[in-house]
């Protein structure tokens, strides 16, 4: 048996490598000392002194201080839950409870008078689903529901509206629906307007059935069950502001205002934002105050918990190593700044990092969210035995970092700290309604374009696809056929062009942008006026078309501004969805010209 490889002797190793197919190296490292001894080489001995100085310099050991380094810390923190919300600027406060609803939705959420024709029908789906799961799904009750709650047949309607001329918005999208879901499907709208009546229990079982519903007597109990169920369920699809509470929409300034309130052990802490935009909602949004906005619900109340935490030393990359021997971040140099003698922020930065990065300790201090938090006392305890308290970095007039309130703020809100519950996810629909702000300048206006707005059924309608009313051509009489040059009083404007004319602010001096309507004039003669079909360009859903919306000037810069209405979904903490409509403010694309111009005089053929 021959032998492995590994096992021969060195004299006939060399002899059986040369008859393998294959090239094989050895390498050995291993240290050596020339005397036999290795504690020079352990002893890591230096001929550069001025290295091991600018290392001591590194680690502060030049200073001197005999300080210790902290090994405890007690922490004592007031923490409330906000438990107030105040819609716009002047609204009533509300109680906050459930905390299972975002932000977001509390403060963007608008009241529906009726939701869109797909959630109707979607629901009314639902309700037919829940009866075949409890075994109501018969054919009597079905056709009985349907008879009874069917979305109807679409029935012709006079386009022009003999109060306002301008012709309905075309809703092919909604038309066909309607027409697919007629005696098909249940609107859920009539379901729940017919049964709201008979659920005095909220979301428990209806008091009883509707008259005539064709229910078996052994399953009415089941049915009052499954319809009230349903009720609860259906009016929690959508989540709406109160048809009655006031909206934290400011159509002056195209923006969302409201205040939170938490009700701390030392104060009432007020949250204000006078111009939320929309959008992810997060602590830079508010601002604190001291205020009182009521008393919050029971369990809202704030609680003082003190808790005992070991300090860590914070790093950061490109800190120096605090080891003779470990090889420090490569992704920061922090030696290899380059700063002129004016980059100052530079070379304090650099020498923070160099000369006091040890100093710093981090502690950890875990808290939940939705929640206001005010650090009562800190003390921590070093490795001598010592104690201090510690009061906050921040000075009167001078430097803070995740500040609420004003500079010059003395009291206890200066270093209160708001950890909201962010919905780190929001899905967005396409706009239901987008408005675009701009200035333009050639004629002196501003207008707010309706680029899309929202059919009766709730389907999107985008109105620059539309088909023109607006005539781009004037006729001219037959005995004007020969004239060098034709008057002009005022070029075409497409109806979806809103005009916004400077006027005096109401309050105090500058001005203001109001809305006013726009006259056409018709390729057959007539005239009309146009306004706003959206209800982005109204101070409140349902407005006359008289009314006369103001916008700040200052709010439509010379960047312009977009307005949306969007369906907006986020996961709520306990796992489900909240659905809800908001709006929201970005910047726009700049100035814009919309053709319009006074007093011409053009030669007939130039009339466009």
Do not use: C
Not at 150 to 173: N, Q
Not at 219 to 248: C, I, K, M
């Amino acid at each position: 048996m021959t032998d492995p490889i590994w096992a021969l002797p060195t004299d006939r190793l060399d002899v059986e490598l040369v008859k393998l197919p294959s090239v094989v190296t050895w390498s050995r490292l291993e240290p050596l000392s020339l005397t036999a001894e290795l504690t020079p080489g352990l002893q890591a001995l230096l001929a550069d002194p001025l290295w091991l100085l600018g290392r001591q310099w590194q680690f502060g050991e030049l200073r001197g201080e005999d300080a210790g380094t902290p090994i405890s810390a007690i922490v004592e923190v007031e923490q409330a839950p906000i438990g107030r919300l105040r819609p716009g600027a002047e609204g009533e406060p509300v109680d906050l409870v459930d905390e299972a609803v975002p932000f977001e939705a509390r403060i963007e959420a608008e009241w529906v008078a009726m939701p869109a024709i797909r959630i109707r029908a979607e629901a009314g789906l639902q309700l037919l689903r829940r009866l075949n799961a409890a075994g109501l799904g018969t054919d009597g009750l079905r056709t009985d529901v349907l008879a009874r709650w069917a979305f109807a047949p679409i029935a012709p309607v006079d386009p022009v509206d003999p109060i306002d001329p301008a012709p309905a918005l075309p809703d092919p999208t909604g038309d066909a629906l309607a027409a697919v879901y007629a005696g098909r499907i249940p609107d859920a709208a009539r379901v729940a307007a017919d049964l709201g009546p008979l659920a005095s229990a909220g979301d428990g079982p209806l008091d009883r059935l509707p008259v005539g519903l064709a229910v078996p007597p052994e399953s009415a109990e089941t049915a009052r069950g499954v319809l009230g169920e349903w009720l609860a369920w259906y009016r929690g699809y959508l989540f709406q502001a109160d048809g009655s509470q006031q909206s934290s929409w400011n159509p002056f300034r195209q923006e969302h205002s409201f205040a939170l309130q938490a009700d701390l052990g030392s104060g009432r802490t007020v949250l204000e934002a006078a111009e939320y935009a929309g959008g992810p909602f997060d602590w830079p949004d508010v601002d604190a105050t001291i205020g009182d906005l009521g008393t919050s619900p029971a369990g809202r109340q704030g609680v003082l918990t003190r808790q005992v935490r070991l300090p860590t030393p914070a790093t950061f990359p490109g800190m120096p190593a605090d080891r003779l021997w470990q090889f420090e971040d490569s992704r920061v140099y922090l030696g290899g700044i380059e700063a002129g003698p004016t980059d100052l922020a530079r070379l304090a930065l650099v020498e923070f990092a160099l000369a006091y990065g040890v100093d710093w300790f981090a502690l950890p201090v875990e808290v939940p969210a939705g929640s206001v938090y005010w650090v009562h006392q800190l003390e921590v305890v070093d490795t001598f035995g010592r104690s201090a308290s510690l009061g906050s970095a921040r000075e009167p007039g001078g430097w803070s970092m995740f500040g609420l309130a004003v500079p010059e703020e003395q009291t206890f809100v200066a270093d209160a700290l708001f950890v909201p519950a962010v919905s780190p996810l929001v899905l967005r629909s396409d706009p239901l309604e987008e408005v675009a702000l701009f200035r333009d300048e050639m004629a002196n206006l501003v207008w707010g374009v309706e680029r899309v707005v929202q059919a009766p059924s709730g389907q999107p309608v985008n109105r620059t696809r539309l088909a023109p009313k607006v005539s781009l051509r004037q006729q001219l009489p037959d005995d004007l056929g020969d004239a060098a040059i034709v008057y002009r009083l005022m070029t075409p404007v497409p109806d979806h062009w809103v005009p916004f004319v400077a006027v005096p602010a109401r309050a105090g001096g500058g001005i203001e942008l109001e809305r006013r309507p726009l006259l056409h004039f018709r390729s057959d003669g007539t005239t009309d006026v146009t306004h706003p079909l959206g209800t982005l360009l109204f101070t409140a859903p349902g407005a006359s078309p008289t009314d006369r919306l103001r916008v700040a000037e200052e709010e439509v810069p010379r960047d312009g501004a977009v307005v949306t209405r969007r369906y907006q979904v986020a996961r709520t903490p306990d796992g489900g969805t909240t659905l809800w409509i908001g709006r929201r403010k970005t910047v726009g694309q700049g100035e814009g010209w919309s053709g319009l111009r006074f007093d011409t005089a053009l030669p007939p053929g130039a009339l466009h």
